[in-house]
């Protein structure tokens, strides 16, 4: 398995506050990267995906890539208490016939 | 919006016995993966089902534990063999679709307990 490793947990906002949740992985190959979201007894669904260098947006999620450093970051803007779930970060060298890699998963908490 | 189903939902099984779970999607899927999650885990990958041949295991698993088939593009299935407690999981089936991005998608698990 690929090495992803992400902020030990668990983590605690109060609502409104910004959840800052991190990830780093092993394998200089990689080219895509996803957040996705697991809810208690659930399957994880996917909430972003980022494949460059730098931000991206989509409401009040914010997704940051920076490959030389091997990272990438989600930030959750005005935390609600239904953002409380585990996240977990994904990687993949990405194209056809390529395997996604989960994180250690971190579980947000928001207080209302 | 395509659909992955997945059964059994949960199972209890006793030592020593095997099970088999089964994933069917109603579009068609680039790539088909199994994955495992144990209790407070997070998702470790099994191995890759290969339409037509023998699937593609990651390190640590072996096709006499967990053998897989995917006689065709939209179904699959894994198999625990010799289950023991230690096999208490939820196992995933996750696919890549054909239309849209090279995202994965899960089905909503089996949740398996061995006794």
């Known amino acids: 398995q690929k090495e992803v490793e992400q902020n030990s947990g668990p983590l605690s906002v109060p609502e409104g506050a910004i959840a800052s949740l991190n990830c780093t992985y092993s394998d200089r190959v990689s080219q895509s990267f996803f957040w996705y979201r697991q809810y208690s007894g659930k399957s994880p669904e996917l909430i972003m995906s980022?494949?460059?260098?730098g931000d991206k947006e989509d409401g009040r999620f914010t997704a940051q890539l920076n490959k030389a450093s091997q990272y990438v970051s989600l930030l959750i803007r005005d935390s609600q208490p239904s953002d409380s779930a585990t996240y977990l970060c994904a990687v993949s060298r990405g194209g056809a016939g390529n395997q996604f890699y989960f994180g250690t998963g971190t579980s947000l908490t928001v207080i209302p | 919006s395509a659909v992955i189903s997945q059964k059994p939902s949960r199972d209890i099984c006793q030592r020593g016995t095997s099970l088999t779970i089964q994933c069917q999607v109603d579009?068609?899927?680039?790539?088909m993966f199994w994955y495992r999650q144990q209790p407070g885990q997070s998702l470790t990958l099994i191995a890759t089902?290969?339409?037509?041949?023998?699937?593609?295991?990651e390190s640590g698993f072996v096709i006499d534990k967990f053998p897989i088939s995917r006689p065709n593009l939209t179904f699959s299935t894994l198999t625990v063999s010799n289950m023991s407690p230690e096999d208490s999981s939820i196992y995933l089936c996750?696919?890549?679709?054909?239309?849209?991005?090279?995202?994965?998608?899960f089905g909503a698990g089996s949740r398996l307990t061995v006794l």
């Open positions: 579009s068609q899927v680039t790539m």
């Open positions: 996750s696919v890549v679709w054909v239309r849209g991005a090279n995202v994965l998608t």
């Open positions: 089902a290969n339409q037509g041949s023998e699937a593609t295991y």
């Open positions: 980022i494949y460059s260098n």
